[in-house]
């Protein structure tokens, strides 16, 4: 059994100390970049970890609570 992954979507500055704690970090400095993160985001990853900009590029649709797609948290602005 696969042990589900953390990740982690946003701007450097927001997201890269995530790695410390083991967290998979997807830099991404612009919407474009966000969606693409998000697409690409490997099928073991259980949560995901948002700026609020990485949310507000995703739209509601895809983090809304889903059985077949991971977790979403978004961070304190």
Do not use: F, H, K, Y
């Not at 259980?46 to 059985?67: C, D, H, R």
């Amino acid at each position: 059994m696969t042990m589900a992954t953390v990740a982690a979507i946003g701007t450097r500055t927001s997201v890269s100390g995530l790695a410390l704690a083991g967290v998979d970090v997807l830099v991404a400095e612009d919407p474009d970049a966000v969606r693409s993160a998000w697409r690409a985001l490997p099928g073991t990853v259980g949560l995901v970890i948002l700026t609020v900009e990485a949310a507000e590029a995703l739209g509601g649709a895809t983090t809304a609570p889903n059985p077949s797609r991971p977790l979403t948290v978004v961070m304190p602005g």
